[in-house]
């Protein structure tokens, strides 16, 4: 459950309406055909053409400066900056920057130093560990079981993933709102922050401020906010691509908890972590200077464009970031996507149709239409 990131805006997604089907079964399927990875890299494309055509670009640098920017694509690199690079939690163009606007004023992880973050990040790390998750889990499963358990005719898997995600996010804060009115405002409030906390020569028009002032009136505590937006939009990022991979790949008959990390670190949900030094710092032989803008690559440090990465165990954390700054939501993630998986794979899901979404905080889909397989009937 890594907390979404700010990225340039997005241009005109390509195939935006794209139709998949399945692939023929040609016996036993690796786990990375090139059509469930070239559909995922599509995804990307079509969400944040500019931002990730340059970052493809430029992967073979380990490290790479732009101005003021500074782009971390080597795993090595990526671990030192995360353990010992000091950075500036609140800084503009950060995942902090980006909580202090939802909760005016940060709240929680952002706005703290010393013996208070570290005892805050302490409390939500509780919140979302293992006993937490094993209490959250029953809910979860019910709902899916309610939503996926026929699985009769076509079915949009998106919606499905909302009401889940909604779900979790109002048992993490004590919400008593309905799940997809609090998943629908933290999506809001997710791409209003992503899209006005960028630089733009337009005016700014508030929305962004109102996307929060939506979801922080659906929480008893407004701090909460960034912990409602990171637990709904990864959630809603991970949940429909994995399936998708599946579907294509035909991996129905290998689901569980490594099919499930290996997922994660194929699409990587949160690509990327903006970051800000606050101090100068050498990283892989360049000079980082305190105030750099760092733009820390999580998919190539997970090596998702890899079937077998250099370091499995390092490449399946990278995701989630690592050291002090790694997301303490991991858990949960693995968990819930094992879940979600677990419960399709009865059905041997057939993809019928996919559609990337457009202007969100992270690349995911708009709709993902399945069917079970006893009720797919091939066009001739």
């Known amino acids: 459950m890594t907390t979404p990131a700010p990225h340039p805006p997005p241009g005109c997604p390509a195939h935006a309406h794209a139709t998949d089907r399945a692939p023929a079964d040609t016996g036993s399927p690796a786990l990375s055909p090139s059509a469930a990875r070239r559909a995922d890299r599509g995804v990307y494309l079509a969400s944040h053409p500019v931002l990730f055509a340059l970052l493809a670009a430029t992967r073979r640098r380990p490290v790479l400066r732009l101005g003021r920017t500074v782009l971390v694509h080597d795993p090595d690199a990526y671990r030192h900056v995360l353990t010992r ?14 909580a202090a606007r939802l909760t005016d004023g940060g709240g929680l992880l952002f706005d703290q130093d010393g013996t208070e973050h570290r005892a805050a990040r302490r409390d939500l790390t509780a919140r979302l560990g293992a006993r937490a998750v094993a209490e959250l889990r029953p809910a ?27 779900a ?19 999506l809001g409030a997710a791409a209003a922050a992503a899209r006005d906390h960028l630089p733009t020569l337009r005016p700014r028009t508030g929305t962004a401020e109102r ?11 407004p701090r909460d906010a960034m912990l409602a937006v990171a ?7 991970a949940l429909p691509r994995a ?12 689901t569980g908890p490594e099919l499930a990390a290996e997922l994660l670190r ?20 360049i000079r980082v200077r305190r105030g750099d803008r760092l733009v820390l690559v999580a998919r190539h440090a997970a090596q998702s464009h890899r079937d077998s990465p250099a370091d499995p165990a390092a490449a399946a954390q990278a995701v989630f970031g690592a050291g002090p700054h790694a997301c303490p939501g991991a858990a949960l993630a693995r968990v819930q996507l094992t879940d979600f998986l677990a419960a399709l794979a009865p059905h041997r899901p ?31």
Request: aromatic residues 2%; contains cysteine; proline residues 10%.
């Open 350 to 380: 057939v993809l019928l149709r996919s559609v990337p979404a457009r202007r969100t905080a992270l690349p995911g889909y708009a709709e993902v239409v399945v069917t079970g397989d006893r009720d797919h009937r091939p066009t001739p």
């Open 168 to 186: 979790t996010a109002a048992a993490l804060t004590g919400s008593p709102a309905p799940p997809l009115a609090l998943a629908d405002a933290a």
């Open 85 to 98: 690079v000091p950075l500036d939690r609140t800084a503009e163009h950060t995942t902090g920057g980006a």
């Open 266 to 285: 194929l699409t990587a949900p949160s690509p990327i972590l903006p970051r800000v030094a606050a101090a100068d710092a050498t990283v892989a032989g």
């Open 140 to 166: 979860w499963q019910r709902l899916l079981s309610d939503r996926l358990g026929e699985l009769r005719g076509p079915t949009d898997l998106v919606p499905v993933v909302h009401e889940l995600a909604g």
């Open 243 to 254: 399936a998708a991979w599946c579907a294509r790949a035909r991996l129905w008959d290998r």
């Open 211 to 221: 996307a929060a002032a939506r979801l922080n009136a659906l929480l008893p505590d």
């Open 231 to 237: 637990a709904v939009n990864t959630t809603v990022a």
